[in-house]
């Protein structure tokens, strides 16, 4: 059975940073890439940033460039997201989506969500 | 706002056929695949379509895509209760190297 679990809900204070984790079961998590978006409450989906399915290529939209890592644990199917100097405004469900394959192999897969309060 | 614009509403009644638009540019929808989205609030994206009217296991037909030049359009058909949700439209940029999202459009079910 196929499973994209996230690491549970996030409480900072302003100026702090948060990993988020993103664990792949039940499929080829391994040949997948992850993305990374986010929605702040009553808002759309926002983009922030991708891992190819090694870890060794990664891209970051311009907003997050610098304040974003992420990085891949294949031992483990795990990728982990840390977002740092966090303000309010970062106050946001964050989840993780692993696509994988073309055609009718393609695959989209999305984590349930971690919410991040970022909160004085 | 977002790369891609969509109506911020849509509605019909139980039955009826409704279309989403999701218009973009040359440097994404004019060249790379759409993803079409459903998001009932307080859950996770699920996806609809995908590769020009593919369906993931499990999404009934009444859901279609298409595509033409830098606009793609979701297309439901025989409206149920149910599909009272938010839909986005989402895509690979080639200009700004990212995937982008369309604003989102809530579709209301009278």
């Known amino acids: 059975q196929v499973h994209v679990v996230q690491s549970g809900a996030e409480v900072k204070k302003p100026g702090a940073s948060v990993k988020v984790s993103c664990k792949g079961s039940g499929f080829n998590f391994l040949s997948h890439h992850v993305h990374w978006v986010r929605q702040a409450p009553g808002q759309g989906l926002q983009w922030m940033g991708l891992?190819?399915?090694?870890?060794?290529?990664?891209k970051y939209a311009q907003k997050f460039q610098g304040r974003m890592t992420m990085s891949r644990d294949t031992s483990t199917s795990t990728v982990y997201m840390e977002l740092s100097s966090l303000t309010s405004e970062d106050t946001a469900m964050y989840y993780c989506a692993s696509q994988g394959g073309m055609g009718a192999n393609y695959r989209d897969y999305w984590g349930q969500g971690t919410l991040v309060t970022v909160s004085s | 706002q977002s790369v891609l614009t969509q109506p911020p509403s849509a509605s019909g009644t139980p039955g009826q056929r409704v279309t989403i638009a999701c218009s973009g540019s040359s440097s994404n929808i004019g060249r790379n695949i759409v993803n079409w989205y459903q998001q009932v609030p307080g859950t996770a994206p699920k996806l609809l379509t995908y590769?020009?009217?593919q369906r993931p296991s499990g999404v009934p037909d009444r859901f279609s895509d298409s595509k033409s030049g830098t606009s793609a359009s979701l297309a439901i058909s025989g409206l149920q209760p149910e599909d009272e949700a938010d839909y986005y439209c989402?895509?690979?940029?080639?200009?700004?190297?990212?995937?982008?999202f369309g604003g989102g459009t809530k579709l209301t079910v009278l």
């Open positions: 891992i190819n399915p090694s870890g060794s290529t990664k």
């Open positions: 590769a020009d009217n």
């Open positions: 989402a895509v690979w940029d080639d200009s700004l190297d990212g995937w982008v």
